[in-house]
T-cell receptor, first 114, second 112 residues
Framework: DTAVSQTPKYLVTQMGNDKSIKCEQN?????MYWYKQDSKKFLKIMFS???????INETVPNRFSPKSPDKAHLNLHINSLELGDSAVYFC?????????????FGPGTRLTVL | AQSVTQLGSHVSVSEGALVLLRCNYS??????LFWYVQYPNQGLQLLLK??????LVKGINGFEAEFKKSETSFHLTKPSAHMSDAAEYFC??????????FGTGTRLQVTL
């Protein structure tokens, strides 16, 4: 059973294109997250949703727009892709928005912008 | 504001030797602290967490960490390294609202 799944696993695209990454969790969790891991392995939170409501919105260009159609899904849409957007994007989920919760991570989506 | 500092971006130990990965944190409120492991081309997996209960926390795969408030540290240890422990290890601090701030990671190499 895949707890947190992401599609696609790899995404190669040209600068200026628009792309989406999808995330689904089957753990029954209320809270979901998007993280960006750069080429130096540094992980930084981008967004978090709790029960479909945005609760964390870090300093991210507005070309990035998360959407949560329901508690089990959190998608990430990126407009006008730039070279600097190349990274691995991880989705995660936790039972609720409490800070003591373990976060369960997906396998990641490696985005390469040419 | 919260932050995490991991000393040593790369640590190499012999199989069977002690593993010590260092983590110091800064937090304006009592912290929740985590260690996650990332194997190549995979997502992160929780090793252990501190949430203000016992200061010595035991995790999976024989790892443990000790919370020391006076030193603002949460170092990760394992008595005897195994080849399968080779991975990237991340220390993280969480705000009460579940915002995780990660350290820069430590790559553990295990040699024969």
């Amino acid at each position: 059973d895949t707890a947190v799944s992401q599609t696609p696993k790899y995404l190669v695209t040209q600068m200026g294109n628009d792309k989406s990454i999808k995330c689904e969790q089957n753990l029954g969790h209320d809270t979901m997250y998007w993280y960006k891991q750069d080429s130096k392995k540094f992980l930084k939170i981008m967004f978090s949703y709790n029960n479909k409501e945005l609760i964390i919105n870090e300093t991210v260009p507005n070309r990035f727009s998360p959407k949560s159609p329901d508690k089990a899904h959190l998608n990430l849409h990126i407009n006008s892709l730039e070279l600097g957007d190349s990274a691995v994007y991880f989705c995660a989920s936790s039972p609720n928005a409490g800070g003591d919760n373990e976060q369960f991570f997906g396998p990641g989506t490696r985005l390469t912008v040419l | 504001a919260q932050s995490v500092t991991q000393l040593g971006s790369h640590v190499s130990v012999s199989e069977g030797a002690l593993v010590l990965l260092r983590c110091n944190y800064s937090s304006s409120v009592p912290p929740y602290l985590f260690w996650y492991v990332q194997y190549p081309n995979q997502g992160l997996q929780l090793l252990l967490k501190y949430t203000s209960a016992a200061t010595l926390v035991k995790g999976i795969n024989g790892f443990e960490a000790e919370f020391k408030k006076s030193e603002t540290s949460f170092h990760l240890t394992k008595p005897s390294a195994h080849m399968s422990d080779a991975a990237e290890y991340f220390c993280a601090v969480s705000s009460p609202a579940s915002k995780l701030t990660f350290g820069t990671g430590t790559r553990l190499q295990v040699t024969l």
